[in-house]
C-alpha cells in the first residue's frame, strides 16, 4: 500500500478526530457520571450504585486521553509545542483535577465516615467536570484564534495569558462540553440502575439534552454572525513539508462555515449533533435506554466532528500572527514518522477496540442497592 505525504497527513487528522471522539463516547460517561454523582444520588448506596456502573471501565477509558495526547505530540509535534506552552496552566488545572478521579474512586467508600465519603463524591464531581470545561474552553479559543507566533529559529512564543482564555465563546464551548459529558453520563445511568435512579438519571438525561441542543444552536449562530474565520489564500504543495510561516492567510467573516458550502454532505455533522441530542430527550422520556445511549453517542460524534471539519484545515490558528497559524499542512511530522504511527494505529487500534467491547459484555448488569449490599467490601 502507497501512501503518499499529503494523504498521510489527512489520515492522521482523522485518526486524532477518531481518539478524541472514543475519548468522549468512553471516558465521557464516566465523567458525567462523576458530574451527577452529587446532584441525582440521594443516597451513600444509590451513589456506590453510580460509581461501580463505571467500577470496571473508567481507568481503561481515561487511556484514550493519554492515546490522543501521545499521538498529538508524535503526528503534530508543532501543536503539541504550542499547546502544552499557551495552555500550560489550563494544563495543570485539568491534571490535578484528574487526580482526584484515582484517589477518590479508590478511598471514597474505605471509610463510613459520612463527611469523608461526602467529601470524596464532591471530589469526584471536581475532577469529572473541570477536565471536560477545559477542553470545551481550548476549542472555543482555537475558533477565535491564539496569540502565538514564531521566531526565525521556529521557536514558538505564546504572548496571551489564562484569564484572555476565558471570554464568552469558549466559555460557551467549555458549558457545552460538560453538558455533553453530563447528558451521556445520564443516559449510562438508565442503562445501569434501576428504580428511583435510573427515574432521575432519566430527567438528567432529558435536561441536558434540551440544554445541550440549546447551547449548541446558539454556539453555531455565534460563529455565523460574529466571529470571523481564516482561510489559506496561497500555501507550497500540501504533499511537501514546509514552515507555517510560508503561506498566506486571511480573516474572512463566516470563514469557519466554507466547508459545509464546498461540501454540504458536511451538515450531517452538526444536524447529527443538533438531532441525537433531541433524540436523547425523546427516548429518555419514554423509557428506552438503550436508544438513547445511542443518540447520545451521535450527538457528541456530530459536535466533535462539527468543530473538526468547521476548523479544517487549520489545526490552531494564530491571532496575533495569522500566517503562522498552524493547519493540517504544514504542522506534521516527517513522512516516515506518519507512515510507521499508521501501521501501529492499523494494527492496535482494533485490538485495544475489540478487547474493550469484550470487556464491557462480560462486565455488563443492572446494579441495585441489594448489588452493593452482597459486595459491601469488593465494590467502590
Aim: neutral net charge.
Amino acid at each position: 500500500m502507497i501512501l503518499d505525504y499529503e494523504t498521510l497527513k489527512l489520515i492522521w487528522w482523522a485518526l486524532i478526530g477518531i481518539l478524541l471522539i472514543c475519548f468522549a463516547l468512553t471516558d465521557g460517561f464516566d465523567m458525567g457520571v462523576g458530574i451527577l454523582l452529587p446532584l441525582i444520588g440521594h443516597t451513600d448506596e444509590e451513589r456506590r450504585i453510580m460509581l461501580n456502573s463505571v467500577g470496571p471501565h473508567w481507568e481503561g477509558n481515561q487511556t484514550w486521553l493519554v492515546s490522543a495526547a501521545a499521538a498529538l505530540f508524535a503526528a503534530w509535534p508543532l501543536v503539541y509545542a504550542m499547546a502544552f506552552s499557551g495552555f500550560y496552566l489550563a494544563m495543570m488545572i485539568t491534571l490535578f483535577a484528574l487526580f482526584l478521579r484515582p484517589v477518590g474512586f479508590d478511598y471514597r467508600s474505605k471509610l463510613e465516615s459520612p463527611r469523608w465519603r461526602n467529601s470524596w463524591d464532591w471530589g469526584l464531581f471536581v475532577g469529572s467536570s473541570v477536565p471536560p470545561l477545559i477542553f470545551g474552553i481550548a476549542f472555543g479559543n482555537l475558533f477565535l484564534g491564539v496569540p502565538f507566533h514564531f521566531d526565525d529559529f521556529m521557536r514558538p512564543y505564546y504572548t496571551g495569558g489564562f484569564i484572555a482564555l476565558l471570554n464568552p465563546f469558549s466559555l460557551l464551548a467549555g458549558i457545552i462540553s460538560v453538558t455533553m459529558f453530563t447528558m451521556h453520563g445520564a443516559a449510562w445511568l438508565q442503562l445501569r440502575t434501576v428504580d428511583g435512579l435510573e427515574f432521575r438519571a432519566r430527567n438528567a438525561a432529558r435536561y441536558s439534552a434540551l440544554a445541550l441542543f440549546t447551547l449548541f444552536a446558539v454556539a453555531g449562530i455565534s460563529l455565523y454572525l460574529y466571529i470571523d474565520g481564516y482561510i489559506i489564500t496561497a500555501m507550497p504543495d500540501a504533499n511537501s513539508s514546509f514552515s507555517p510561516d510560508v503561506k498566506q492567510v486571511a480573516i474572512q467573516t463566516g470563514a469557519w462555515l466554507n466547508n459545509y458550502q464546498a461540501w454540504p454532505w458536511l451538515m450531517s455533522a452538526p444536524i447529527s449533533g443538533l438531532v441525537g441530542a433531541l433524540l436523547v430527550y425523546l427516548f429518555s422520556s419514554n423509557s428506552m435506554p438503550i436508544l438513547a445511549f445511542i443518540a447520545s453517542s451521535i450527538s457528541l460524534t456530530g459536535i466533535i466532528l462539527t468543530a473538526g471539519v468547521s476548523l479544517f484545515p487549520f489545526i490552531m490558528p494564530s491571532s496575533t500572527a495569522i500566517n503562522s497559524s498552524l493547519t493540517v499542512w504544514d504542522a506534521t511530522s516527517s513522512m516516515l514518522t506518519l507512515k510507521v504511527m499508521f501501521w501501529v494505529a492499523v494494527i492496535f487500534v482494533p485490538i485495544i477496540l475489540c478487547y474493550s467491547f469484550w470487556t464491557y459484555r462480560k462486565m455488563w448488569q443492572r446494579l441495585d442497592i441489594q448489588f452493593i449490599r452482597n459486595n459491601e467490601h469488593t465494590t467502590y
